[in-house]
């Protein structure tokens, strides 16, 4: 099982221990987006940042999306079928390995471990500067999914 994590914050005002953290977790921009294996360190690093993320679990179909709308290789080429790593024949596969926690975005290393997405179409529909349970967008976001479709 896999965590899609977004950046919802910007860059400033940011302490140095939290910019450590999303640096680890490649999430270097406001609006980049990610996909991290559930483990204790990687939830660990999220709640230590639940202020300026946004995650959720996610299947197959929001990654094989990400993977064909936003995916990029080096230089920052759209990934193509044709391109995609030797073990892997269509961007299907791919997405399936990393939900099935195969292989990470990191371990690939033709291929970005970050998704640029653009502000969401129609805007935020709750507050971005407070929790979920507090009626905003970060932390542990149940709606995140809803969001991410508008902001491919």
Same mark, same amino acid.
């Given at each position: 099982?896999? #965590?899609?994590?977004? =950046?919802? =914050?910007? /860059?400033?005002? %940011?302490? $140095?221990?939290?910019?450590?953290?999303?640096?680890?977790?490649?999430? =270097?921009? @406001?609006?980049?987006?990610?996909?991290?294996?559930?483990?204790n360190q990687t939830l660990g690093m999220l709640r230590k940042v639940k202020d300026i993320v946004a995650w959720k679990s996610v299947d197959e179909s929001i990654i094989k999306e990400l993977l064909?709308?936003? +995916?990029?290789?080096?230089?920052? *080429?759209?990934?193509?079928? $044709?391109? *995609?790593?030797?073990? #892997?024949?269509?961007?299907?596969?791919?997405?399936?390995? %990393?939900? @099935?926690?195969? /292989?990470? *975005?990191?371990?690939?290393?033709?291929?970005?471990?970050?998704? $640029?997405?653009?502000?969401?179409? +129609?805007?935020?529909?709750? @507050?971005?500067?407070?929790? #979920?349970?507090?009626? +905003?967008?970060?932390?542990?976001?149940?709606? *995140? %999914?809803?969001?991410?479709?508008?902001? %491919?």
């Amino acid at each position: 099982m896999v #965590y899609l994590v977004i =950046r919802i =914050r910007g /860059i400033v005002n %940011i302490p $140095s221990w939290a910019e450590k953290t999303l640096e680890n977790l490649n999430l =270097r921009k @406001k609006f980049n987006a990610t996909i991290v294996t559930e483990n204790n360190q990687t939830l660990g690093m999220l709640r230590k940042v639940k202020d300026i993320v946004a995650w959720k679990s996610v299947d197959e179909s929001i990654i094989k999306e990400l993977l064909e709308k936003r +995916g990029r290789k080096k230089g920052l *080429l759209p990934l193509k079928n $044709s391109g *995609l790593p030797s073990n #892997y024949k269509t961007i299907d596969d791919l997405a399936n390995a %990393i939900h @099935k926690n195969n /292989i990470s *975005l990191s371990e690939l290393e033709d291929l970005k471990p970050w998704f $640029s997405l653009n502000p969401p179409r +129609g805007g935020f529909k709750r @507050k971005t500067k407070t929790q #979920y349970t507090q009626k +905003g967008t970060l932390g542990e976001n149940n709606e *995140l %999914i809803d969001l991410v479709r508008r902001m %491919i």
